[in-house]
């Protein structure tokens, strides 16, 4: 009613606020029982503030739990340490108490101690000074083992615990006889080393497949444990010197060994082995050594026989391991362990030496042989083939027995190393056959056209390689197939025989026979040999260059046969023109030689249609319209039996052409087979 006095009354908006307020009380009874907004907001404050308290005590609840937790962490700990403290202190006491019964009870004793070796002393003094100062042999050697053990026990023990004992004299006494002792032992094992170490005689073994030769035969076996315990005295004590004793010895022995056997003492390496033994014995006036080294001959000479044999480098090279895998079994049995690898690789040292020196020697001397003539050719790849052929085998026998320790410094990689020369050597063979095939002056060229020495070699050359095609496939060069390196080298020689052919002296059909001998040569040697299979594809070209050679030859004919068909000459001097260069050329072609006799009928055939039929003709023709009767030197039967007489060539090369197939087969070195690669 203020409102409608006032003017302002408005019922619409007093019926909305109404509303409001009615909804609001609504609300306010719903959450805090109470629909006035005064209750509202006090008990919107009241909880709010209990809020704010709840807050400050949770947080000062949590503090307080930390605070418990570390004052519990810190308790714990102390009492922890203090557990500790009463174990440890409980087990200093024990072994406190275990000390003082301990010196009590070596106090008590000491006394009984010092008059045990009082005793001791006065043996020492008797019976073991008599055995050390005695005589020492075989016999003995157990009692004496026993008197120098006893001895050395007594010196290292009193020599560690002086306080045991004040009389040091005695101990400079036990001292000096000890050293006695030493001495008297490394002479009897020296003694020992070179009265039972052998010089074997290898000639059985050169010549049979045998793994090892027996310690027994190497060294006297029964005295082998005399000798180990020896050893083991010196291994005690640290002593060198029989170390150095054994190792010269048995290096001596199995270097003298090898050497007589296979004839080579006269080698460099071991004439020094053979000097340090002559020093060793005491031989030490240079006279003495040079009168030794003034009948050492020529080494090289020696070593031939095994150079130039893939048998016999084979049989060296295994007898050689063989007997280093015996000297490693021996030595094992002998030395201790902690001295075998030193030991063992300084006795096998110079052999593995001397196998490389005359490996290397192999390869130098086959690689670049000379023949009869002084012609330097391909080399004798047929030895160094033998030889790679045999590489898996060695180097299985080479690891066995140079391949004995896993420290880098007694690794002994001579062999394999070697045998990867070798490998570069026949790969470095094969690259320059076809170079030098090509470029090979060929001189001399044979007088009468016959097969040059050359050809016979190069196929020979081939033929070796094609024995071992599976073995060097790898090696040709520039990654060609066997079969496209053959042919190259073929194709080579056919280029260089031809044109040294053209460019030489050669006159009258001459250069075509030898080109026809040498053609004819190769294509039988191929079609009829072991080259059939890499080559056989090429003997139509071969075939080519046999026909163009007998073309080359019969062209030297054309002028004497174009004196039949000359018009405008009488009959007459055209036959003496004819006959005059038949002559001639007989006089001379006789003696050509072809090297085949199937060859050389041919070829007389064919010579016999070439000149026999025109000649024929025109004695008909002529005889016709010659005015004059003609006077008829050769008439056609006469003419037909010369031409029977061409190629036979003079006596000795003949002879060379009825051996020629045997000795073309050969080098003019002496090779043997070798057995094994036939297995």
């Known amino acids: 009613m203020r409102g409608y006095e006032q003017g302002n009354f408005n019922p619409i908006q007093d019926a909305d606020m109404s509303v409001v307020k009615l909804v609001q009380n609504e609300v306010a009874m719903r959450k805090y029982g109470s629909v006035t907004g005064t209750q509202y907001m006090q008990k919107k404050k ?107 026990n007594a010196y290292e023990f009193l020599s560690k615990h002086p ?48 793994e090892e030769v027996p310690n027994s035969v190497l060294f006297g076996l029964k005295y082998t444990d005399n000798l180990m315990e020896v050893i083991k005295r010196f291994s005690d004590m640290k002593e060198k010197k029989y170390l150095d004793t054994f190792i010269r010895s048995r290096t001596y022995y199995l270097m003298t060994s090898i050497a007589t056997s296979f004839g080579i003492e006269n080698h460099d390496i071991v004439t020094h082995i053979h000097l340090e033994n002559l020093e060793e014995e005491g031989i030490e006036n240079e ?53 075998f690898e030193d030991s063992f690789y300084q006795i096998i040292e110079p052999l593995t030496r001397l196998i490389i020196d005359i490996g290397n020697r192999l390869i130098d001397y086959n690689k670049s042989p000379v023949d009869s003539d002084n012609t330097v050719y391909f080399g004798n790849i047929q030895i160094l083939l033998d030889v790679y052929a045999e590489r898996p085998s060695l180097l299985v026998r080479s690891r066995k027995c140079l391949e004995f320790s896993n420290e880098p410094k007694y690794r002994i990689p001579g062999v394999s190393k070697w045998f990867d020369t070798l490998e570069r050597c026949i ?90 001998n040498n053609f004819y040569f190769i294509q039988q040697e191929i079609k009829n040999g072991p080259l059939i299979e890499e080559l056989g594809n090429a003997l139509g070209d071969i075939e080519s260059w046999v026909e163009a050679a007998k073309y080359e030859y ?96 003079k006596d000795k090369q003949a002879s060379q052409a009825n051996k020629f197939t045997n000795t073309a087969k050969k080098f003019t070195k002496k090779v043997v087979p070798n057995p094994f690669r036939l297995l």
């Open 163 to 210: 306080h045991y004992y004040d009389q040091s004299f005695k101990v400079q006494q036990l001292k000096e006889l000890n050293k006695v002792a030493r001495k008297n032992l490394l002479n009897y094992y020296s003694s020992q080393l070179t009265k039972f170490s052998e010089v074997v005689e290898l000639d059985e073994y050169i010549y049979e497949e045998t």
């Open 427 to 516: 790969s470095s063979m094969l690259s320059s056959c076809a170079r030098e095939v090509y470029s090979n002056t060929l001189k001399p060229l044979p007088e009468f056209g016959y097969v040059h020495s050359f050809t016979s070699h190069t196929l020979l050359h081939l033929s070796h390689i094609a024995d071992y095609k599976r073995l060097i496939q790898d090696l040709i060069p520039d990654g060609k197939s066997l079969e496209e390196y053959m042919y190259g080298v073929v194709v080579r020689l056919q280029e260089n025989l031809t044109e040294k052919a053209r460019k030489s002296k050669y006159s009258d059909g001459l250069a075509g026979i030898f080109l026809l």
């Open 287 to 339: 006279n003495d050594k040079s009168v030794y080294k003034n009948e050492r001959g020529d080494t090289y000479n020696q070593i031939l026989e095994i150079i130039s044999s893939s048998v016999f480098f084979i049989r060296f090279l295994q007898v050689s391991l063989m007997m280093i895998n015996s000297e490693k079994k021996l030595v094992k049995k002998i030395l201790p362990k902690r001295k």
């Open 46 to 152: 009241q909880i709010m503030d209990n809020w704010e308290t709840d807050k400050h005590t949770i947080a000062y609840i949590r503090d307080s739990l930390i605070t418990h937790d570390e004052l519990t962490e810190k308790m714990v700990s102390i009492l922890e340490e203090f557990d500790q403290r009463i174990d440890k202190t409980l087990q200093v006491t024990t072994e406190l108490y275990n000390q003082t019964r301990n010196w009590k009870s070596t106090a008590t004793n000491l006394e009984q101690s010092e008059k045990q070796i009082a005793k001791v002393l006065s043996m020492y003094e008797g019976e073991y000074e008599l055995v050390i100062n005695g005589s020492l042999d075989s016999n003995k050697l157990k009692k004496y083992l026993k008197a120098v053990d006893a001895v050395a």
């Open 554 to 649: 019969f062209a030297c004919w054309n002028e004497t046969l174009d004196y039949l068909n000359i018009e405008g000459k009488k009959e007459q001097s055209r036959l003496d023109h004819f006959n005059n260069h038949f002559r001639s050329k007989f006089e001379r072609q006789q003696y050509y030689s072809i090297y085949n006799h199937e060859l050389k009928m041919g070829m007389i055939q064919s010579l016999h249609n070439l000149l026999l039929v025109p000649y024929e003709n025109f004695l008909e023709k002529a005889q016709k319209t010659s005015k004059k009767p003609l006077e008829i030197k050769y008439p056609p039967s006469t003419l037909a039996d010369l031409c029977e007489s061409f190629f036979k060539g």
